[in-house]
């Protein structure tokens, strides 16, 4: 690994300089991870008071509960709904503000709001423009004769938990995207103007292969976003119902785990989840370093 | 632009007209319901221009808040929030400032080792591991306290690499003239390092402050007294009261408090904020 050609040399002052940053990863990160490894091997009674070693019969019981792909199936059709819908309108808004020479400064002003908004409170927003007896989205939508009713239906729970995660990140994707349309050369553009490509041509031809990095990364970034830091979405609006309709991964991890009190079921959840995060992790520093480029 | 098409200029404004309308609409809904009496949100459709209760509402949730929902003042859950956040984004700035100087200005044993833990953190979000994370936290005694809510979540691998790649473009040359004129490490971090990096931590911290504001699953786990609500996870105990419309009006009012400073901060500053977002991702 790199350093600076000129160090400074000190026997301990780096490894105090490190402590603080090195003290909260173990404490808070490394040893609940390691405890969640271990627990996932356990089984505690119904009184909580023993602890039994079971072996991979944690992992046997999840991976033999139907609920617990019933959530995998949610999240993933949740992940790449939430993804499509960001990343599509971002896309388009920000192929827009970047063809347009006046206004787009205050277009982006407006348009990165919904970053600051927590994602609990955007769910809560939709949650009220969706509200089946008050709600102005749920009345325009009675008008075209959709019945649109989070509580009941299932559809209309993951629709709604789909809006309102998508929103959120709309800012997010807006802006990389805005910077890599930024970063494509003028001349590009002239010399396929002048071999009569016309916007829409352009569009699909230079723009889009010219942004797959980006697109790719955001991809990836969208993907963590939906299936790791949506939980509070969730809780806020639907709380995983009606049944088990939006009980994806990281609710149901929570809710098993302190609703249900199953300690090695949850933490065996917990192990799944950080192989998720880690593979995603790894794919976004592998592949975004090399960048995909025609 | 490559052409000029006066046609598809103004489809593009329609265009952009329609997603800051997207973005807009739901605050603007919230505001408005949020200055409405009571009996305006009980049937129908929401009205769309604002109601004569604004100050009557938001005194009442600010001062007194909604005891029958169980939530405290919503001043309260600012304050809180507030701390929280200003925390959060403090706390990870100092420690990764420290870290990444320690690992570009030193050679020591284990240092690529201490790297690696540190990048090992953007592995384990706290969704992934709340129950043992609970526990650990539980067994340190720092549920229901301020630094039960802070100290678990300040670790920051992005905050350290983004210190790191910057402090790799700063000129050999300055620390080697400090090195000659008898500067220290420390001396040399104090009065050249910081300074330089001034912008890089503003930017950082905008983007940590709001981070840190709308953190939700972490404050609901930690905190049962009520004293300790931050305005974000606030929200949720007014919205799922039992067998019962929420009051939308006192709700919007928190929700619209609770969206109002990070929403302000970005506005306020954002070429920071843009600057942060995006050097954060490198």
């Known amino acids: ?294 | 632009m490559v052409e000029n098409r006066r046609l598809l200029d103004i489809l593009g404004h329609v265009l952009m007209l329609f997603a800051v309308a997207l973005v807009v609409f739901p605050v603007w809904v919230a505001f408005v319901a949020s200055t409405q009496d009571p009996a305006a949100l009980m049937s129908g459709t929401v009205p769309l221009l604002p109601g004569d209760r604004l100050i009557q509402n938001y005194s009442e949730m600010l001062g007194t808040g909604m005891a029958s929902a169980g939530a405290p003042p919503i001043l309260l859950m600012l304050g809180n929030s507030l701390i929280m956040a200003v925390g959060i984004a403090v706390g990870k700035i100092v420690i990764s400032l420290l870290a990444a100087y320690a690992i570009v200005y030193f050679r020591f044993p284990f240092r690529t080792l201490i790297f690696w833990t540190i990048f090992i953190t953007l592995m384990l979000p706290v969704e992934v591991r709340i129950l043992p994370t609970y526990d650990v936290v539980a067994s340190l005694g720092m549920l229901d306290n301020y630094s039960g809510l802070i100290l678990p979540v300040i670790a920051s691998a992005t905050a350290t690499f983004l210190f790191r790649q910057f402090f790799m473009t700063v000129p050999e040359e300055l620390c080697e003239a400090a090195r000659i004129d008898g500067a220290g490490p420390l001396k040399f971090f104090w009065d050249i390092l910081l300074p330089l990096s001034r912008t890089n931590i503003a930017a950082l911290f905008v983007i940590l402050f709001i981070y840190g504001w709308n953190q939700y699953l972490w404050p609901l786990i930690v905190t049962t007294s009520e004293n300790l609500y931050t305005i974000v996870m606030g929200i949720q105990r007014l919205v799922t009261v039992a067998d019962a419309e929420p009051h939308w009006n006192l709700v919007m009012a928190t929700t619209v408090m609770a969206m109002l400073p990070p929403i302000l901060i970005i506005v306020l500053m954002q070429r920071l904020f843009v600057q942060g977002l995006v050097e954060t991702e490198k």
Request: net charge positive; aromatic share 16%.
């Open chain 1, 1 to 294: 690994m790199q350093t600076k050609r000129v160090t400074f040399r000190h026997v301990w002052l780096p490894y105090l300089l490190c402590l603080p940053q090195l003290a909260v990863t173990l404490i808070f990160f490394i040893w609940p991870a390691g405890e969640a490894i271990v627990e996932s091997f356990y089984q505690t009674n119904a009184f909580g008071t023993s602890l039994r070693f079971v072996g991979l019969a944690n992992f046997q019981r999840l991976f033999s509960d139907p609920s617990y792909y019933a959530s995998i199936r949610v999240s993933v059709i949740f992940a790449l709904a939430t993804s499509a819908l960001a990343m599509t309108l971002s896309l388009l808004f920000a192929a827009v503000a970047d063809r347009i020479v006046r206004g787009t400064n205050a277009y982006r002003t407006f348009l990165i709001w919904p970053y600051a908004v927590a994602p609990a409170v955007a769910g809560v927003l939709w949650m009220f423009l969706f509200n089946p007896s008050i709600g102005i989205a749920a009345y325009a939508l009675e008008m075209v004769g959709i019945d649109f009713n989070a509580t009941i239906s299932p559809n209309s729970a993951m629709a709604l938990i789909i809006v309102a995660a998508a929103w959120k990140q709309i800012s997010y994707n807006f802006l990389f995207f805005l910077a890599g349309l930024q970063a494509i050369p003028n001349s590009v553009y002239e010399a396929a103007a002048i071999d009569g490509a016309g916007p829409v041509k352009r569009f699909f031809t230079i723009v889009l292969p010219l942004l797959s990095p980006t697109t790719f990364f955001l991809l990836v970034v969208n993907m963590v976003y939906a299936f790791f830091d949506t939980f509070a979405v969730v809780h806020a609006t639907t709380q995983g119902g009606p049944g088990q309709a939006t009980s994806i991964l990281v609710y149901k991890v929570w809710k098993d785990g302190f609703v249900g009190l199953d300690l090695g079921g949850s933490a065996a959840q917990s192990v799944v989840l950080m192989a998720m995060v880690a593979a995603l992790t790894v794919i976004q520093f592998r592949y975004i370093e090399r960048r995909v480029e025609y």
